[in-house]
């Protein structure tokens, strides 16, 4: 069937917007974003809208654009990130906001689409997150409930489209896409390339047409993402002790591992991988099999900046959907995850996505990863801006999950969680570290390894 197809983005809208409807959108961060309609839907001044998607872009790209129209009353994400106005808008109390964890986010979404009202997850038992959802236990572990989403509109982005509405997304762009996609009563799509000739083929399509109802043909592309200007020792953050954080992480991986690296400090553990191993790195929006890694004086930040060299997948190396991703996470085939903390319990609860009334990042797919894969290696620095401990009796913010973390790698030990909540075990002193520093600024109660060197 022949599907609305114009250049001109308000002729494809006029109609479908109206004041507090719920529009789904897709993109991961500012990749695979409909540009072109949010900017449409930004100008049409509606007001009240509930937004669907991982996240709000940033200040001034993406849905942001709707956030400092003042356009939005509720948001449905899973991450804040480092959208200062989200943020403030939400502290302040002028934005509803619903946060849900990555991977479960994008299976509401997904279930929307196919008319399954429900379902059961692990991610985030025992979190402010799952508070007051019903459970029910399955082979003896216990689930939480979550329903499905639907939207009146769904706007998203392809890289390629048939006239049939056809659609091929390029690399990590169909992160959320497809799945936002299938959950709209109206969905309209923009694409960079429009095959106005002849249609796709079977085998090159990722969404069938009978999801989508509009195709707006537009090259006019910011295509804004966010490049390394600066390498090695230069990039922000990097210290000597957080460098050792990541060596000693990096000999957690096994050969043969499927291995999933969070932000922060955890992106440094493959820099130090030993060449002889065989490691394949999973990102949650949508690439398994990263690398081989370069090497930072290899790199050339002008040129990449430029757009005249890349930082591409090897071969062997596959793209999917953040349903996939997130499907691999919770199904258990991804052997380790190293996280970054704000606190860690001695019964190994983790806490690491917000603190209340000052910061709101949101759990991003960490209750995921967390509540899915078979190890949880969690690097953070032992003690706060303030001095206070990280490694605590009890985690005061949020949980991220609930007796999750197996090792612990600070800048001053390495601790493993002992099971059946039976505490720490200090198994290593960090360089320029010293057993009565660690006793110091520990507060969880830790025993200690006959192995231990000192």
Do not use: W
Not at 52 to 58: K, R
Not at 159 to 177: P, Q, V
Not at 258 to 286: C, H, M, R, W
């Amino acid at each position: 069937m022949r599907k609305n197809i114009s250049s001109d983005s308000n002729k494809l809208l006029t109609g479908k917007l109206r004041d507090g409807m719920t529009i789904a959108a897709g993109g991961f961060g500012l990749c695979g974003i409909p540009e072109n309609l949010i900017r449409t839907i930004a100008d049409s001044g509606i007001k009240g809208l509930t937004i669907v998607g991982n996240n709000m872009g940033t200040d001034d790209k993406g849905m942001g654009l709707l956030l400092k129209n003042n356009q939005v009353s509720k948001v449905v994400a899973s991450f804040v990130g480092d959208n200062k106005e989200f943020e403030r808008q939400v502290l302040e109390g002028l934005l509803e906001l619903e946060l849900c964890p990555q991977g479960t986010l994008a299976e509401k979404l997904r279930a929307g689409g196919a008319g399954i009202p429900a379902f059961f997850t692990k991610t985030a038992l025992g979190t402010v997150l799952a508070k007051n959802k019903p459970t029910q236990t399955f082979d003896g572990s216990e689930y939480v409930l979550e329903h499905s989403i639907k939207a009146d509109l769904s706007i998203i982005k392809s890289h390629i489209s048939d006239e049939a509405g056809n659609l091929r997304f390029r690399k990590t762009a169909r992160n959320f896409n497809p799945m936002i996609a299938t959950c709209g009563e109206i969905c309209v799509v923009e694409c960079e390339e429009f095959m106005s000739e002849c249609l796709m083929d079977p085998d090159d399509v990722h969404v069938p047409g009978i999801y989508i109802d509009s195709i707006l043909i537009d090259n006019h592309y910011e295509k804004t993402i966010e490049f390394p200007t600066t390498f090695g020792h230069e990039m922000s953050g990097i210290t000597p002790a957080r460098e050792n954080m990541a060596k000693r992480a990096s000999l957690e991986l096994k050969d043969g591992n499927y291995v999933n690296l969070g932000i922060g400090i955890p992106t440094l553990v493959a820099n130090y991988v030993e060449n002889n191993k065989d490691i394949v790195f999973q990102s949650e929006n949508g690439l398994l099999g990263i690398g081989p890694f370069p090497k930072p004086e290899d790199l050339d930040a002008d040129l990449i900046n430029a757009g005249k060299q890349t930082i591409s997948a090897a071969k062997g190396s596959s793209f999917f959907s953040s349903a996939d991703s997130f499907a691999m996470i919770r199904g258990g085939h991804i052997d380790i995850s190293i996280l970054g903390g704000l606190e860690v319990s001695e019964t190994g609860d983790l806490a690491n996505f917000m603190i209340p009334n000052k910061m709101v990042k949101g759990p991003g797919g960490a209750m995921d990863l967390v509540s899915g894969v078979k190890k949880v290696v969690v690097l953070l620095e032992h003690r706060s801006k303030n001095g206070a401990s990280k490694i605590l009796k009890q985690c005061k913010l949020p949980l991220t999950g609930k007796g999750v973390v197996d090792l612990i790698i600070t800048d001053l030990a390495v601790f493993k969680v002992l099971p059946h909540n039976a505490g720490l075990l200090l198994t290593e002193v960090m360089p320029s570290s010293d057993l009565e520093k660690i006793k110091q600024y520990t507060e969880a109660k830790f025993k200690i390894s006959e192995n231990l060197v000192l």
